[in-house]
């Protein structure tokens, strides 16, 4: 839901407005006004005035949205346990501002920026974990997207600065239900975030799930197969028959391509997506942020509901291909990552308040290896990480309050699986359970 802000054009066009109004009172009501009722609109237009939000110039629009994301995390990380509130940092809470003016008929130009709010810090490399339950640099606001626009009905948007890549969200955003927002593609990896790894109890030398000496692959949150926000010439073209091309390019190097697909078959409403990209950037890399690396990414994921019932399946798949490690060809190590998800479920308004959505999910993660990730007392000894076998369980209820443009959501997630270094020495993982319940609510 979007509250759009524009100025009046006249002051005086608000004084003859006021002017109606009072003029439709009977007498003894204007007396009340104390005889000086130019006065007294003068000063309550003041007061508006004082209270509007303002735009820069009057030819392009102001739009502001956004929406806040809070929850609570029950973990159990089969030693210890707890509770924790703060910010949901899959779609963390946000504010939006979105302008746009005609420059001819078919033609505008535009901008976006996009910041994050963050209160508690729930995932990431900083965030929270058994040892600390706000996470580090909290109550934060970040830049998430700052970039501006041409575009046109017939040939397309160019957008340039920092913005969503070709692969930006590419899993997720193939995601057709309300689970999006709650428990996507990469919902597996936001939500063990930072949390350390165990083995029968004792922690495995500062290893995490996702965080900041993870485990887990991937350039988009410790998932494969899609990318994140980057300085980049993005290009995005009409829409034919369904379909639509994305190509990016920035950094040092960073380039996508994607085609997207949204159509209805019949009854079946069809939502897919594919794409392939590549980076050189030793700043994004592929299994480690050191220099050199080189990068390849694939994902594919596509969403199928049958609108009558809301009865709908989504999954998809994702790998990245670190060359570098290929190329060195070392003992143990595997320079492929790859991922695969499917969720199912149901999302029908049962209740006048708005659409239910329930759904339960699985995915399975065989991650390469990860250069600069030490294995401590795993198994029979030390050494690089590997490869990986990882398992993860969720299921969940969505409730969307339409007259609130809320939604309120509850889940459960299980993770297991096992790990292993380059010497070939397995080690299993304790298994790590958590329930997470929150609010995302729009404006």
């Not at 897919?272 to 480690?288: F, L, Q």
């Not at 459960?412 to 380059?422: Q, S």
Request: proline fraction near 2%.
């Amino acid at each position: 839901m979007k509250s759009v802000f524009t100025l009046s054009s006249s002051r005086w066009a608000l004084l003859a407005a006021f002017g109606l109004a009072a003029a439709s009172y009977t007498p003894a009501a204007a007396a009340d006004l104390g005889g000086d009722c130019c006065a007294d609109l003068e000063e309550r237009v003041a007061e508006l005035e004082a209270t509007t939000a303002r735009k820069g110039n009057r030819k392009v629009s102001l739009t502001v949205s956004g929406w806040v994301n809070e929850s609570v995390m029950w973990w159990d990380d089969g030693t210890e346990s707890n509770a924790y509130v703060g910010t949901n940092k899959l779609e963390q809470s946000r504010v939006r501002f979105v302008g746009e003016a005609q420059i001819a008929p078919n033609w505008s130009a535009g901008y976006t920026l996009e910041l994050g709010i963050l209160g508690a810090n729930s995932s990431g490399s900083t965030g929270w974990n058994q040892s600390n339950p706000d996470g580090t640099g909290n109550n934060a606001v970040t830049v998430r997207k700052s970039s501006w626009f041409i575009k046109s009905k017939d040939f397309g948007k160019v957008t340039v600065g920092q913005d969503g890549t070709a692969l930006y969200h590419l899993l997720d955003d193939a995601d057709g239900t309300n689970t999006r927002n709650f428990s996507d593609a990469q919902a597996a990896a936001v939500y063990q975030g930072n949390f350390g790894l165990r083995h029968n109890g004792a922690f495995i030398g500062g290893l995490t799930w996702a965080g900041s000496n993870a485990i887990m692959q991937g350039i988009d949150n410790g998932t494969v197969g899609q990318d994140g926000r980057r300085n980049v010439v993005r290009y995005d073209s009409p829409t034919f028959a369904g379909f639509t091309v994305t190509a990016s390019w920035g950094e040092d190097d960073d380039w996508g391509m994607s085609l997207n697909y949204a159509n209805n078959w019949g009854d079946f409403k069809v939502l897919a997506k594919v794409g392939y990209g590549e980076n050189s950037d030793e700043n994004i890399g592929c299994s480690t942020k050191t220099a050199p690396t080189d990068c390849q990414l694939f994902g594919a994921a596509a969403t199928i509901m049958h609108v009558p019932t809301g009865l709908f399946v989504y999954g998809g798949y994702g790998q990245n291909r670190d060359q570098r490690v290929a190329d060195l060809g070392a003992p143990g190590t595997e320079a492929t990552s790859s991922m695969y998800f499917i969720q199912g479920g149901i999302e029908q308004k049962f209740i006048p308040l708005g659409k239910t959505t329930i759904f339960g999910e699985y995915r399975h993660d065989d991650g390469g290896s990860k250069n600069g990730v030490n294995i401590a007392n795993v198994g029979a000894g030390n050494g690089t990480l590997g490869s990986t076998d990882l398992n993860f369980i969720g299921a969940g209820v969505i409730q969307n309050i339409e007259p609130a443009a809320m939604d309120l959501y509850i889940q459960y997630r299980h993770a297991d699986g096992d790990i292993a270094n380059t010497a070939g020495v397995s080690t299993s993982l304790d298994a790590f359970d958590s329930v997470i319940a929150g609010a995302l609510m729009r404006f």
